[in-house]
């Protein structure tokens, strides 16, 4: 059983474009929501993540909208270049000791 | 230079065979992860570690087992390795919890024949 999960499975985009990722949950109580992104041969590195007493967290071309009511987030990437292509990972957290659940990821690829 | 490290990078093994895969971390994190990779699962949490000397249950600790002999190191040890295994293996480190930000390190490539 999936607690978390992401969509698209793959992206594909052109350079410029903003390209949409999406995420969902079930569990009412996760309250942290990173985003690792994942290059071909490495280690996820984190990217950006928000609390759920937040509405949207930006850092530069990468924005994050979180709906609770509806248990929905999705990472935003504006002005897509072909070094943002990797696979992103949705997780969530119920905080304190719990640990991160893990979306399937998307795999996201910019075309110039 | 990388934070953490992990050894070997691939490795084939046999069915029925002993894998140890180890990891090494000089970030000064308590907190240590063992994580499986795979096609259409993301991250899976196999087993972690907050104090040397003492091992957590993840949430797929079956068939596998840990070791936290220091702070910096944390081995993944697979007694009887079984195909089912095969698999892409990270190892992560946090600072003061579970839900603080986890570095990865660069993940090893098991194949199990």
């Known amino acids: 059983q999936q607690q978390v999960r992401q969509s698209p499975q793959s992206l594909t985009v052109w350079e410029g474009e903003t390209a949409i990722l999406n995420c969902s949950y079930e569990d009412s109580t996760f309250n942290y929501f990173p985003w690792y992104q994942q290059f071909p041969g490495e280690g996820p590195a984190l990217l950006i993540s928000?609390?759920?007493?937040?509405d949207k967290k930006e850092d530069g071309r990468f924005t994050i909208f979180f709906n609770k009511r509806e248990k929905k987030l999705s990472l935003h990437i504006t002005d897509s270049q072909p070094g943002d292509s990797a696979t992103y990972f949705c997780?969530?957290?119920?905080?304190?000791?719990?640990?991160?659940?893990f979306g399937a990821g998307t795999r996201l690829k910019v075309i110039a | 230079e990388a934070a953490v490290t992990q050894s070997p990078r691939s490795k084939v093994a046999v069915t029925g065979g002993k894998v140890t895969l180890s990891c090494h971390q000089t970030n000064n994190h308590d907190y240590m992860y063992w994580y499986r990779q795979d096609t259409g699962h993301g991250l899976r949490l196999i087993h972690y570690?907050?104090?040397?000397?003492?091992?957590e249950k993840g949430d797929i600790p079956d068939g596998y087992k840990a070791s936290r002999p220091s702070q910096e190191n944390f081995s993944l040890i697979l007694e009887l390795a079984s195909l089912s295994q095969t698999a892409v293996y990270f190892c992560?480190?946090?600072?003061?919890?579970?839900?603080?930000?986890?570095?990865f390190g660069p993940g090893t490539r098991l194949l199990v024949l």
């Open positions: 997780a969530a957290s119920a905080g304190g000791n719990y640990k991160y659940v």
């Open positions: 570690s907050y104090v040397a000397d003492s091992t």
């Open positions: 928000i609390r759920s007493v937040s």
């Open positions: 992560a480190s946090s600072d003061v919890g579970l839900q603080d930000t986890q570095y």
